[in-house]
């Protein structure tokens, strides 16, 4: 059963909207991550934070933001959708204790952007 | 920068039997951690099993198993008495102690099971 909620699980949306994603984990974890996973490849992180008020873009450049106002809320948005950025997004959280411990994935969204 | 490989993008067995799934990694860093993720069909990605590069032994979570050979750059997963809720995405992932502690992934492996 997750622990990190992701919604919508499914967006299409068109051209030139601008979407929110939304990602929250009930754990107090301080370190989250999006990631985009496209069909077939590996994930690629795009952002991660270290706590509140702390957000860092990733190694895949990305032209989403994301905010990390509470511990519990990590939202990802796209000011204007394209269809480049149709996609998988998979937000992730890390327990503390270090880099060994695991990450907690939600279930991603799918978003098609027509 | 760390890349990590997996080879073989789909790999099927017979439900029961063993299946190994292959990964490399590049890396200069002496010590880090690797792990396997499973994603099922529209469902979470979890974590399976991780392995600390400064411990020779090999983890083991009951049925599943790893092969770490450190000078080789290898990491392959053993699945013995395989199951059809194995059946799934394995992902094999590296982690940095250093920089953003990000995980760096191979593309994956498609798992069947066949019954």
């Known amino acids: 059963e997750a622990d990190i909620y992701q919604t919508p699980r499914y967006l299409v949306i068109g051209t030139g909207k601008k979407i929110t994603l939304e990602c929250s984990q009930t754990m107090g974890h301080d370190k989250m991550y999006w990631y985009q996973q496209d069909p077939g490849m590996e994930l690629h992180l795009i952002h991660y934070?270290?706590?509140?008020?702390?957000?860092e873009k990733g190694d895949l450049s990305s032209e989403s933001t994301v905010s990390r106002i509470r511990t519990e809320h990590f939202p990802l948005t796209l000011e204007s959708a394209r269809p480049s950025h149709t996609s998988q997004y998979l937000c992730?959280?890390?327990?503390?204790?270090?880099?060994?411990?695991?990450?907690?994935f939600g279930n991603g969204t799918r978003l098609t952007v027509t | 920068a760390q890349t990590v490989t997996q080879s073989q993008p789909e790999m099927s067995v017979q439900e029961a039997e063993t299946v190994t799934l292959s990964c490399t990694y590049d890396t200069s860093e002496s010590d880090y951690y690797l792990f396997w993720y499973k994603q099922p069909p529209s469902r979470q990605m979890i974590l399976v099993i991780r392995?600390?590069?400064?411990?020779?032994q090999n983890a083991t979570e009951n049925r599943f198993s790893v092969n770490f050979q450190k000078a080789a750059k290898s990491f392959s997963l053993k699945i013995s008495d395989s199951q059809l809720g194995d059946a799934a995405m394995y992902f094999c992932?590296?982690?940095?102690?250093?920089?953003?502690?990000?995980?760096?992934f191979g593309t994956g492996t498609r798992l069947t099971i066949i019954p």
């Open positions: 392995q600390e590069a400064y411990k020779q």
């Open positions: 992730a959280s890390s327990e503390p204790g270090g880099v060994g411990s695991p990450l907690h």
């Open positions: 934070s270290y706590g509140v008020n702390s957000t």
């Open positions: 992932a590296y982690r940095s102690l250093f920089g953003n502690e990000k995980l760096t």
